[in-house]
């Protein structure tokens, strides 16, 4: 910190009073401007809520495009999104600070005007190794400068101005099929990301970096070395060295209890169990780390021992809520293995843990812990092993929403179901080991939960099936959702259906925030950013008499 | 396993027999992992889990190379210390998790540790460079048939009672109401490989999901498209739909998309029609003939899944 403070001295004394006017602050992170989208959730709370509510309940059927704008990556980046678009897909949210949208796609950052959608500058470098593109997260900040992770598991600090490279710096091999999509999140003087990889047994981490120099301050692995904590959940070291639980999501910062949460992955070799028997921690995990040191302060595993790919790396929402009447720090997630699970954020300890499907079957109850146990005859078999969810899980990365307003929580789910197989029966299985026969994806919801006993309050049902898909709720009565290429606005209240907008691909979490008296809507469907405001009549022309 | 290649299956005997020979030769000293040693257990225990003829082909790597590769692994006494494929013993290192490994392009990484006494204070092992290229592409397809899971074999999945399995079609499973194994389930054990057929049975053989996609029309051959007005083929897992307008008017056809806010769907004519869904008309009925597989599978054992995939291999 004290270099920092230093070199921040020093640039008050010599920069400009403009150029200090545009960047992020700690002040800004902490209590994000209604003129801001600063992290990834755009606060740190990641409830993807906003207190906006110009556009509300009353007036949202009014809501209309003031612009789309479609951005072209530098090489095709990923599977067409849309027919008519090319290969880019903008699956994170952007950043808006100073009126500028900042966001990724793999391989791809972009700066754009966000009021008029003018693309301001573009970068592109193409990544390399042998893992398939996967959906870059976005984007942090800090000052004037941009933070995001490459697909090859490089961290890039560009300039936010210019779009200019400052530096990149080396996070994980690609090589050894590592891979990365996480936002990063900036906490204090730390830029911190994660990494990871399924396809060769690595083990997965996240690391905080100097946000000037890129220098790596920290390294903190989700699987424990001998000797460390959690040791004794593993066979030995080499199949905790190789045990997975990567980073994929941007996770939570409760800065009163300096605490930064996350979810880890899945641990390795995915599918086959025989090499790393025992609960296999903290993989599968939800985490609480001291970001200034990486230290773990606590830990809850969603999924002991996990056998089906289903990674606790889906957002980690804070909440500051009421049960039995006490006020409480909690924090909540909607786990890929079909959980609701409510923690006391303070130390880890269970508030809730439920089903949030309707067709789990692969859980006995829950332990003296509080955490699922798993039936060990829903594991990989030769034969073949039919569990639901499936590995797409009953919910995954596209985030959540949390409205204190409501009192709920709103995640997307799915219900389907796989046959799960082992294919490498070996002492020492390599690789996923196994395959998972996915062949029912049924219904598909947006479900509302109350965050103090995970009962469903209401649920819509898509007509079509549905998925995860990312959320934001507002003051304005509203959640914002959607299906297929479909934006659609809900009452968060009761899941009564207001307005909705047909784009040309699926979009991703919808964000909000005000430039020039208005509330703007923003969101990505593929390739091209649609921006949304209560249009009103342009001023009338002056009648000029002859 | 069952559509193993003469290539794979010649690779795995080398890999077998070089496990065997060299399980009696003496070790000389245990070599360091990249990372924690891997505790792997006695040479050749897991001779029978290699990459598959698909990994060798996906690779890229030349299989006649990658075939030598294979014999030169073996007679150079390598799988005495890593392992018949090469995941490391107790005296030697797992080379597929190797990042050496999986840098090395030609030989030009592993090529060096080789031509040194090797291991440490061991004997020089006598290799060509040619030699040293074909293990090196040997072992590039042992890591990426570990990694890339698209190139996994199922093992044999026959593990039920086909008697038990037959009782079930017939009894509790309720399978002989819609199905019968002399009618349409008449020789499936021949027409699809026992995997195949599993998935097959528990879902029916259809996905009932459709989405809002751009419509099924026909390329063109210059790159056109001709909106498709063929009559639908319904079978017995064709998810069809109803839609009733207002005035009472009916169509049945099959779904193109169906949302919170239009139906699109062709009729059995083969025509087109769309609505929008405004205060709950259209009424929309889907009716999916595969739903009892649906309920089926929500209280479905493994046993019963595996018995009655059982008695279905049976059906020649």
Redesign the interface.
Known sequence: MKTRELALGLVLVFAPAAILAQGVTDSMLLHPPANSWPTHHGDYSARRYSSLKLINDTNVQDLSLDWESRVTGGTPAEEPAN?RGNNVRVAGSPLLVNGMLYFTANDNAWGMDARTGRIMWHWYRESTG?EPVTSNKGMGMYGNWLYFITRDNNLVSIDATTGAQRWIVPVA?P???YFSTMAPIVIKNHVIVGTGGD???LSGFVQAHDPETGEIQWTHYNTP??GEPGFDTWP???A???GGGGAWVQGAYDPGLNLYYYGTANPNPVYAPQSRKGADLFTSSIIAINPDTGKMAWYYQASPHDTHDWDAACDTVLIDGTIDGKPRKLLAQASRNGYFFVLDRTNGKKVVAVPFVD?L?WSKGLDSRGEPIPNP??EP??????A?PNAGSATNWPPPSFSPETGLFYVGTGEG?A?F????????????A??E?S????PGSIKALDYKTGKIVWRHD????GDAVGLLSTAGNLLFAG????L?AFNARNGK?LW?A?LLASPNAPMTFMLDGKQHILVFGGDTAYNFVLNVPAPKATAVKK | MTTKSKLGGLLLAVMAIAAIALHAQTQTSAATASQAPNPATTVGNNATIAATPAAIRQSGEDPVAVGRGAESYASAGCASCHGATAKGTNVGPDLVRSPLVEDDKKGELIGPVLSAPHPTGGQKINLTEQQISDIAAWLRVQVYGAAMRDTYSYLDIVVGDPQKGEAFFNGPGKCNTCHSVTGDLAGVGSKYQPPQLQGLWISGGANARFGRGRGRGLLTANGGLLADTTPPEITNSTVTVTVTLADGQKFTGIPVSIDDFHVAFRDMSGAYHSFDRINGYPKVEVHNPLQPHWELLKNLTDDEMHNVTAYLVTLK
């Open positions: 027919p042998p091999d090589r050894q099929y396809s060769l047994d070395r001998e030995n070291e080499y905790a060295a190789h067709t079957n005859e829903k078999s030769l034969g073949g092993s039919l639901w179901y046959v197989y082992l294919t490498d029966t070996d002492e020492h299985p390599e690789g996923y196994g395959i026969s062949l029912g994806e049924g898509w007509p079509a099936g299906n297929e290429s479909d659609v259906i909705h047909g």
